[in-house]
């Protein structure tokens, strides 16, 4: 049992480049969740998606963009990545209110 | 979603109970709150969670106050391995927008010494 996979595991991209980072769940969880994680920080909400076709702004949405391609993947676009997106982002999944929350093991991104 | 309120940082000695606070003074009827950890930058892992009464599983006990406004993580022994940081969470068990939200503070910062 996988449970939460996340693709690529480490990236670097130059200013200006863009990326999908991938996330897929095995659980069949309705809800999916983006968090970026800074350095000494908690994390914080990108994007979420309650259910498959649906997705929502978070605390923290600028810069990217997200889509629930089907139920399992939820993907994490930057169009133009800057050096402030340098982070460790994390996806998780959750099969509905009143349960637990699993996480991948993230994604360390450093933008130069 | 409620706010939740932690220290950001505790120590216990490796063998005592570690009992990690949390503040939600503003919690509603029908939130439950969760305890989650990070050791060191994995992702997140799932503690335990209540809604009113205590709960205790095999990794920590929970106790939550009469007035759902607080409550408290216990380990009951803790090892070297349960240094994290431990995030308080509060959030709506039924099927409505704000349940979908999973907002974390900045968690309490536990260290356990030798």
């Known amino acids: 049992n996988a449970g939460v996979t996340q693709t690529p595991k480490f990236q670097v991209l130059k200013t200006g480049q863009s990326m999908t980072l991938q996330c897929a769940q095995d659980?069949?969880?309705?809800?999916m969740y983006w968090y970026r994680q800074d350095p000494g920080m908690g994390l914080r909400l990108i994007y979420y998606s309650a259910s498959e076709g649906t997705t929502d702004k978070g605390e923290v949405p600028n810069g990217y963009n997200v889509s629930r391609l089907n139920k399992r993947e939820f993907s994490l676009r930057l169009e133009s990545a800057a050096p402030s997106q340098t982070s460790v982002y994390f996806c998780?999944?959750?099969?509905?209110?009143?349960?637990?929350?699993?996480f991948g093991q993230g994604t360390r991104l450093t933008v130069v | 979603d409620a706010k939740t309120t932690q220290p950001p940082s505790m120590d216990c000695a490796e063998g005592r109970a570690a009992n990690l606070p949390c503040n939600h003074s503003?919690?509603?009827?029908?939130?439950?709150v969760y305890w989650y950890r990070q050791i060191h930058s994995q992702g997140p892992q799932y503690i335990i969670h209540g809604l009113k009464n205590n709960e205790t599983n095999e990794m920590a006990s929970l106790i939550i106050t009469e007035d759902r406004k607080s409550s408290t993580l216990i380990l009951p022994h803790a090892t070297l391995r349960d240094t994290a940081v431990y995030y308080c969470?509060?959030?709506?068990?039924?099927?409505?927008?704000?349940?979908?939200?999973?907002?974390f503070g900045s968690g309490t910062r536990l260290l356990v010494r030798p």
């Open positions: 998780a999944s959750i099969r509905g209110p009143g349960t637990e929350a699993f």
């Open positions: 969470i509060v959030r709506a068990a039924l099927m409505m927008d704000s349940s979908y939200k999973l907002i």
């Open positions: 503003t919690i509603s009827g029908n939130e439950y």
């Open positions: 659980m069949n969880h309705n809800s």
